[in-house]
């Protein structure tokens, strides 16, 4: 098991990194996904590579940890419309706080995570494989367990839906 997590703990925090883009949230999110890859070693049948079956599991926690989060803020909204001001305070999602993005293109780079971040999970996940990750399709279809096709159509519909969130996003800076 220490075998496997020093082959691959670096790539579960990278990809984790390009999920939620904050250094601390990513460590937690690396050790949650090895965690559930030693509860569930006996689940793995070898039917893929065992990378692969890595990046499954780093992606479905990485998207339940974006959902907790959404679900904490709303609940902390929710709570403070009933209780007032308490003296709890709320944990919003973290801030952007990506370590390879130099100084003055954070603006600019969170703000397209922004963007990326409201595709729809499916879209998200094969746009971060395909243009950050650089897998291929073949690899994205596994780790997606999808075909080619549907990967292929997933990365163009997230371009596309990108590229209009993007002149939007410009045309509201113009006013």
């Known amino acids: 098991m220490i075998e496997l997590y020093h082959q691959h703990a670096k ?10 883009q904050n250094k601390e949230d990513a460590e937690e999110i690396t050790q949650d ?14 039917q893929s590579d065992i990378k692969t079956w890595i990046y499954r599991i780093t992606i479905n926690t990485c ?17 403070s419309l009933f209780n007032g001001f308490g003296n709890e ?7 952007f706080n990506h ?7 954070k603006e600019a780079t969170a703000k397209l995570f922004r963007l990326i971040n409201q595709l729809p999970d499916n879209q998200k996940t094969a ?3 395909a243009k950050i990750e650089d897998k291929t399709h073949k690899e994205i279809a596994a780790i997606m367990e999808l075909s080619e096709k549907a990967v292929e159509s997933l990365i163009v519909r997230a371009k596309k ?8 996003s410009n045309e509201g800076n113009e006013n």
């Open 11 to 20: 790539t579960v925090y990278n990809l984790a990194l390009q999920y939620v």
């Open 33 to 46: 996904v090895f965690v559930k890859v030693h509860e569930n070693r006996h689940r793995f049948k070898q």
């Open 99 to 105: 370590p390879g993005v130099i100084l003055e293109h």
């Open 161 to 168: 839906s990108l590229a209009q969130k993007i002149a939007a």
């Open 89 to 95: 305070p709320l944990r919003e999602l973290s801030e």
């Open 127 to 129: 746009l971060i494989l």
């Open 63 to 79: 998207l339940d940890f974006i959902k907790a989060r959404k679900r904490q803020k709303r609940f902390g909204i929710f709570q």
